[in-house]
Nanobody
């Protein structure tokens, strides 16, 4: 049973920082792509950052230079360090794991954690 549990969200003023964590169980964490997504009210869910098993990263243009994704395979945990936060960063942040099985790409999701950035 694959489970992803996010933590670290909260309320922060513009310019502040937060660090999100996602603990994964029930899957081979070290070989799978991990990502962070967010969804603001009235908008579709968008990918913020992703990291491969080799440590290669990818970021949305809106967060480049401000957010950093990392993973600790020994702890089965992925992190999202968010600096210089803006009100537009407000939303529910979800942890994601991609798993390829017999030609089908599966996505597992956490329950989400709320991030609110005030002006």
């Amino acid at each position: 049973q694959v489970q992803l549990v996010e933590s670290g969200g909260g309320l922060v003023q513009a310019g502040g920082s937060l660090r999100l964590s996602c603990a994964v169980s029930g899957s081979r964490f070290s070989i799978n792509v991990m990502g962070w997504y967010r969804q603001a009210p009235g908008k579709q869910r968008e990918r913020v950052a992703a990291i491969t098993s080799a440590g290669n990263t990818n970021y949305a243009d809106s967060v480049k230079g401000r957010f950093t994704i990392s993973r600790d395979n020994a702890k089965n945990t992925v992190y999202l360090q968010m600096n210089s936060l803006k009100p537009d960063d407000t939303g529910v942040y979800y942890c994601n794991q991609e798993v390829l099985r017999f030609g089908e790409l599966l996505n597992y999701w956490g329950q989400g954690t709320q991030v609110t950035v005030s002006s």
